[in-house]
Structure formats: structure tokens, C-alpha cells
């Protein structure tokens, strides 16, 4: 059962969709990209250490420099609602309403397009890490904590509109215009969702998606 924080109720029961790890809190896709590394803290709030696109800045902060970034031509397309299990939506009147018939659940919409940045190859990422693991406890401590993350894939759009619940069947109303009433963020370029890169992940996963 996700945690009582929201942040925590919306990335467990929004893996249902395979775009990786939902942030409650968007983040700024120039702050949050693939080569990226970091991790979150109790809040969900992304706490950027490293970009391994660099591999420069990252020599200079003591670390192995990092020559294998491979960026993807990025994707964009539309997407319709992305809604946890149970969530289901009704026009009424013109307006479509969603309920759930779950105690918790959660509705995200992105308006206009939506980008997928990813990298070619995940392997070389876990060999980095390995190597530059006792340097990286050292200056960060809290990743002992929190754990490493190293984005591999986002997917972002420009305006974003999101609501999550807990404990009561309730529901988010969107009207014919295309936007979710509750918490609509203005802020001009949002990742609305990330993929966790980490060594609970089998090898069996990373090779479906690197085959995406």
C-alpha cells in the first residue's frame, strides 16, 4: 500500500503505465534529463548531483569522466489520460468527469505534446557507478539513504495538470477545453514523469527497453 504522503501515492499506483517513475512535483526538464544523476528526497523533490553528459565537469569534480553518452533522437506524440487502475472517465454535459473505484487513485493529462528524451544504452551507466561508488558516498551521504538514481528516459510537456487521492472514491473533473480542474502548474517546461535506473532492475528489463 503506497505511503500516506501524495507524492508517494502517485508514483506507486501510476505504475501501471510503463513510462518509469511519476513525479508528484514536476520538474524542470533542463534540471532533470537523461546522463543526469541523483537522487529524491522524502518529498519526491529531484536533488541533481552530476550530468554525465559532461564528461569535463564531471573530471573536475573528481569523478571517472563518463565518454559513453548516446542520446536518442527525442519522440513527441499526444497523449490522452493517463489514469491509475480503477480510474474511469464519463462525458456528462460535455464535461468529462473521472471517478475511481479504488480508495486511491490519480489522473495525470498533458496538453499539447509529449517528448520522450532517452539514451541509447543503459550498461555503461551501472559500469560508472560501480567504479565511482565510494567517491560518490563520500561526498553525498544521502545517497546511502536515498540511492543513486541516473535518469535514462523522460518524458515532458509544456503544460501539465495532475490530481491524486486517498482513502475515498472520488473523482477530477476535465472540461471540453482539455484541461483537469485541480492543480494546473504554469511553469514553462515541465518533466511530468522519469525512469528509475538502479540495480533492482533485472536484466531482463533493461533489455526490453533498450529494444524500445
Keep these: 500500500m503506497p505511503g500516506n504522503r501524495l507524492n508517494d ?16 512535483a514536476p520538474e524542470s526538464s533542463l534540471t532533470l534529463k537523461p546522463g543526469t544523476c541523483g537522487f529524491l ?55 468529462l468527469k473521472f471517478s475511481s473505484e479504488k480508495e486511491s487513485g490519480v489522473l495525470l493529462l498533458a496538453k499539447g505534446n509529449v517528448t520522450r528524451d532517452f539514451v541509447h544504452f543503459r550498461q555503461p551507466y551501472k559500469v560508472w557507478c560501480k567504479a565511482n561508488a565510494e567517491r560518490i558516498l563520500d561526498k553525498w551521504p544521502d545517497v546511502e539513504q536515498r540511492g543513486l538514481w541516473v535518469v ?42 522519469m525512469k528509475e535506473f538502479g540495480e533492482d532492475q533485472d536484466d531482463e528489463e533493461d533489455d526490453e527497453e533498450d529494444d524500445e
Design 9 to 24: 501515492v502517485y508514483a506507486e499506483i501510476l505504475q501501471n503505465h510503463p513510462y518509469g517513475y511519476a513525479l508528484y
Design 41 to 95: 528526497d522524502q518529498k519526491g523533490a529531484w536533488t541533481p548531483l552530476l550530468d554525465l553528459s559532461n564528461a569535463a565537469a564531471v573530471h573536475a569534480r573528481g569523478f571517472t569522466p563518463f565518454h559513453d553518452f548516446s542520446p536518442a533522437p527525442p519522440k513527441s506524440g499526444l497523449w490522452g489520460p493517463k489514469g491509475s487502475e480503477g480510474v474511469t472517465g464519463v462525458n456528462v454535459e460535455a464535461v
Design 152 to 193: 535514462t528516459e523522460t518524458w515532458h510537456a509544456t503544460e501539465v495538470a495532475l490530481n491524486a487521492w486517498q482513502n475515498s472514491p472520488t473523482g477530477a473533473c476535465m472540461s471540453d477545453s482539455g484541461w483537469v480542474v485541480p492543480q494546473k502548474t504554469d511553469r514553462p517546461e515541465l518533466t511530468v514523469e
